[in-house]
């Protein structure tokens, strides 16, 4: 009878069978919580936005609140004005941050006294499932329809 060096096929294939099923039960996990962190990081970035616009407003009264978000961003190095107030980063500033889309509504008046920011998912399902929105009183809400996000969608608690 000759020694076996190494692993018969049936051995490696219960290996690879257990590994294949913890694979399947790991991944949409992950997914998952990547969707929450997105999630997550976008209402940070709602409140962080909330800040500078208030921030904004006393800086330049005469303004109010910004007409654009770009407005609040600046590129490095930044030396502060009222086209580039250097209060947030230039990537959140642009729009785009953690798979969500944020958009700035002002109310065109000058001094400015309201604006809304929207929130949404660039990929929904993958890059975030609810849909964000604050205005000028600092409050976050979400929506879970795709409707919209407005004042009577649910408060995020």
């Known amino acids: 009878m000759r020694k076996q060096n190494g692993f018969s096929l049936i051995e490696l294939l219960i290996v690879v069978s257990v590994l294949l099923i913890i694979a399947a039960i790991a991944i949409p996990n992950f997914l998952r919580s990547r969707l ?24 330049y009264p005469d303004l109010g609140y910004p007409a654009q978000l770009t407005a609040l961003g600046g590129a490095n190095p930044c030396p502060g004005s009222s086209t580039q107030a ?48 604050t205005d000028h009183t600092g409050v976050i809400y979400y929506d879970s329809s795709g409707s919209g996000c407005t004042n009577a969608s649910l408060v995020l608690q």
């Open 36 to 59: 929450r962190a997105n999630e997550a990081s976008t209402v940070a970035s709602l409140r962080v936005i909330n800040t500078a616009a208030v921030t904004f407003s006393i800086t």
């Open 86 to 133: 250097c209060l947030i980063d230039d990537v959140l500033a642009q729009g785009r941050k953690s798979g969500y889309s944020f958009v700035w509504t002002g109310d065109g008046a000058v001094p400015s006294v309201t604006f809304i920011v929207t929130a949404a998912p660039q990929v929904v399902g993958g890059s975030g499932q609810l849909m964000y929105c």
